[in-house]
C-alpha cells in the first residue's frame, strides 16, 4: 500500500503570501475540494479551548476554510461537545459563550456555533462498530447527522494520550456525555497518599463529589462516583494523582474505537496546528510554555499518518529554550509526549488505529 500523503506548511510568510493565504494553499494542494461539500453540512470538529488558556487555534485560520467551504456551495458549522469535567464547556450556555468569548463566533469566523451534543451533553446517536471494546459508539447528534466531517485539531500533549491529534480530537470530541464516560472508565486515577499534601484542591474541582479526605485527611477516590475524567490529576499541585499505565492503553484504545465510528462512512479531512505544543491538553484553564518552537500545519485525508507526522516533526524539533523541556535536555529525535507523561502510549493508540483500519502510520510529507 502506498504512503498517504501529508501536506506541510511551514509558518515563514512574506507580504506576497500571508500566512491565511498560504493556508488556502495548503488547503488547495492538499485536494480539500475533492470532498462532496456542494449543499452538503459539514462539521468542522474543534476544540474552543477552555476559558484562560490561549494555545487554541486561532479563528482567523477557521474562517479562511469556512470561507472556502461556503464558495464551494457548503454548509459549514463549527462545532465541540460538552465535557465531563467542571469548567467553562460543561454545558451548551456556558460552551457557545466560551467559544464566542475566544473568539469563534459568526461575526469572526462566517458560520454558526453547535455544541454537538445539546444542552446537557445526552443528545447522541449510536453508530454500530463491532470491534474489540464497543459494540457501538455514543456519537454526539450534530457531528453524526452531519455529511462531512472537517476536524481542525490542536496538536499538544495530552495527559491520557501522550498527545492530542486528529484521533483524540475526532474520537473523545465527538462523544456525547455517555460515550466518554464509557471511554475514561478504565482510567480512573488513583491517590499516592506519601504524596498527597491534603491541599483540598481535588475535593474542589472534582464534577461528580467523588473525592473527600479520608480519616488520615489525605484524599480518597469513590470510585462508585469516579468517572475517570482526569481533572483531578491536572489539578494537583504535588503530583499525588496519576492513573494506571496498562489501563491508559486500553483508554486509547477506546477513543480509538469512538474515531472510528465518528468517522464511519463519512467524507473526512483533518489539519493538525503544530503551534504552542503545551504539554497538556487545551480543557484545561491555563496553558504552560510550548514545548518546542511553532513548527506549522498538516492537512491529510488520513487521521492516522497525519498524527503520526505531526509526533515525528515535534520529536525531531529541538526544545523551546524557554519551556518546560529546557531543562531536561532530551536528545535529538528522543520522545518528548513520554517524556512529559511517561505512562501514556501514543504509539499504542496510532497501531491500534491502525490495526483496525482507521489509517497508515506510513506516510509521504509533501512540502507546499
Ligand atoms: S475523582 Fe478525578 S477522575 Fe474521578 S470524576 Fe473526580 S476529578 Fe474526575
Ligand atoms: S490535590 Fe493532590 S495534594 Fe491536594 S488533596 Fe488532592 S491529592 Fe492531595
Not at 453547535?114 to 454500530?128: C, N, P, Q, T, Y
Not at 480530537?169 to 499534601?197: F, L, Q
Request: proline letters at 4%; charged letters at 20%; aromatic letters at 8%.
Amino acid at each position: 500500500m502506498s504512503p498517504s500523503k501529508v501536506y506541510f506548511m511551514d509558518l515563514r510568510a512574506s507580504s506576497e503570501e500571508n500566512l491565511l493565504k498560504k493556508f488556502n494553499r495548503l488547503l488547495k494542494t492538499a485536494h480539500l475540494v475533492n470532498l462532496p461539500i456542494s449543499g452538503r453540512t459539514v462539521a468542522i470538529k474543534l476544540h474552543f479551548g477552555e476559558f484562560g488558556n490561549l494555545a487554541y487555534i486561532r479563528h482567523n485560520y477557521v474562517a479562511e476554510l469556512v470561507r472556502l467551504l461556503k464558495e464551494m456551495g457548503g454548509k459549514p458549522f463549527l462545532t465541540d461537545t460538552n465535557t465531563l469535567y467542571k469548567g467553562s464547556r460543561s454545558n451548551a450556555i456556558d460552551h457557545l459563550e466560551t467559544a464566542f468569548k475566544n473568539g469563534f463566533n459568526p461575526i469572526t469566523v462566517g458560520c454558526n456555533v453547535i455544541i454537538a451534543d445539546g444542552l446537557w451533553g445526552f443528545d447522541h446517536r449510536k453508530i454500530e462498530i463491532n470491534l474489540k471494546h464497543f459494540s457501538h459508539a455514543l456519537i454526539a447528534s450534530a457531528v453524526a447527522e452531519a455529511d462531512v466531517l472537517i476536524s481542525m485539531n490542536h496538536f499538544k500533549g495530552h495527559e491520557l494520550t501522550g498527545f492530542g491529534g486528529a484521533i483524540k480530537n475526532v474520537g473523545m470530541g465527538c462523544a456525547s456525555r455517555e460515550g466518554k464516560i464509557k471511554m475514561h472508565t478504565v482510567s480512573k486515577p488513583k491517590v499516592n497518599e506519601d504524596k498527597c499534601i491534603s491541599c483540598g484542591e481535588c475535593v474542589r474541582s472534582c464534577n461528580y463529589g467523588a473525592i473527600k479526605f479520608g480519616v488520615n485527611e489525605k484524599a480518597k477516590i469513590n470510585y462508585d462516583l469516579c468517572v475517570g475524567c482526569g481533572q483531578c490529576i491536572v489539578v494537583c499541585p504535588s503530583e499525588a494523582i496519576d492513573i494506571d499505565w496498562d489501563m491508559s492503553v486500553e483508554a486509547c484504545e477506546r477513543i480509538v474505537e469512538y474515531a472510528y465510528a465518528a468517522l464511519k462512512g463519512k467524507p473526512a479531512f483533518h489539519l493538525n496546528f503544530i503551534t504552542d505544543v503545551s504539554p497538556f491538553c487545551d480543557c484545561w484553564s491555563y496553558n504552560d510554555a510550548p514545548i518546542v518552537p511553532n513548527i506549522g500545519i498538516l492537512a491529510s485525508f488520513d487521521p492516522v499518518a497525519i498524527d503520526r507526522a505531526s509526533a515525528d516533526l515535534v520529536n525531531q524539533a529541538s526544545v523551546n529554550p524557554f519551556g518546560p523541556l529546557a531543562e531536561r535536555n532530551p536528545s535529538p529525535g528522543e520522545d518528548k509526549f513520554t517524556l512529559i507523561h511517561p505512562k501514556t502510549s501514543w504509539k499504542a493508540m496510532l497501531d491500534y488505529a491502525e490495526k483496525i483500519g482507521l489509517g497508515s502510520q506510513s506516510y509521504e510529507l509533501v512540502k507546499i
